[in-house]
């Protein structure tokens, strides 16, 4: 069974603060996708970053960055700066093998940035 | 591309009434998803299809859900009869070949009194 873990419920800070999102997960798969998903207030589900299991690279995009560490099991996400159009729901999901079907998504943190 | 077009974007229906919610997916995706999220349960998959054909229904809550996609460029959900607990946003998302990412829809609000 595959579980997705999103521990932190909600967060909020300040604007221009730095803020990490963690996902921790659970497989049995040796291969696997993880992915982030963004759902801001208008609702929608907005792709983020896919990552597969072969690679544990950094990633870094604009402000955004992905930390992703087999070792714990973990794919944290990082904003630099954050700014107020961060405002969301950020979900990570998991899919098994190399398959994108059945995402298995986390509950989820709402992340309030502060102006 | 117009991305995933889901109608309608907000239903409210009486208890026993028929729903039907559609999808339109990114052309020349081979998946197509339906996706249920409620406060209590999050984002759970409901169905999804490969090339028009059904592979997972295991997320159906019952009976009263069923699902079609009578080709390529559109799906149906349908719930019937509706109840109250059926209330929830409802995302048909799409993705191409395996190993990329899937793109979702606006979702449907339906809301069932």
């Known amino acids: 069974a595959q579980k997705v873990t999103q521990a932190q419920t909600e967060i909020s800070v300040v604007e221009k603060e730095d803020v990490t999102l963690d996902c921790v997960y659970e497989?049995?798969?040796?291969?696997?996708?993880l992915f982030w998903y963004k759902q801001p207030p208008s609702g929608e589900l907005v792709f983020l970053i896919r990552?597969?299991?072969?690679?544990?690279q950094n990633e870094i995009s604009g402000r955004y960055s992905w930390n992703f560490q087999k070792s714990t099991s973990s794919f944290n996400f990082t904003i630099t700066a954050s700014q107020v159009v961060d405002s969301a729901v950020y979900f990570c999901?998991?899919?098994?093998?190399?398959?994108?079907?059945?995402?298995?998504f986390g509950t989820g943190t709402r992340l309030t940035i502060i102006p | 591309d117009a991305g995933v077009i889901q109608s309608p974007r907000h239903e409210v229906t009486e208890m026993g009434q028929e729903v039907t919610l559609r999808c339109k997916p990114i052309?020349?995706?081979?998946?197509l998803f339906w996706y249920r999220q409620t406060m209590m349960r999050g984002l759970e998959l409901l169905i999804y299809?490969?090339?028009?054909?059904?592979?997972?229904d295991s997320g159906m809550p019952e009976d009263r859900f069923s699902a079609k996609m009578p080709n390529a460029s559109f799906s149906t959900l349908k719930i019937q009869p509706s109840e109250p607990r059926d209330s929830a946003v409802y995302f048909c998302?799409?993705?191409?070949?395996?190993?990329?990412?899937?793109?979702f829809g606006q979702g449907t609000r339906l809301t069932v009194v």
């Open positions: 990552r597969n299991s072969f690679d544990e």
């Open positions: 052309s020349g995706h081979d998946y």
């Open positions: 999901a998991l899919s098994p093998n190399f398959g994108n079907e059945k995402l298995t």
């Open positions: 998302a799409s993705s191409g070949r395996r190993n990329t990412e899937a793109f």
């Open positions: 497989t049995r798969d040796t291969t696997y996708y």
């Open positions: 299809f490969n090339n028009n054909v059904p592979i997972d």
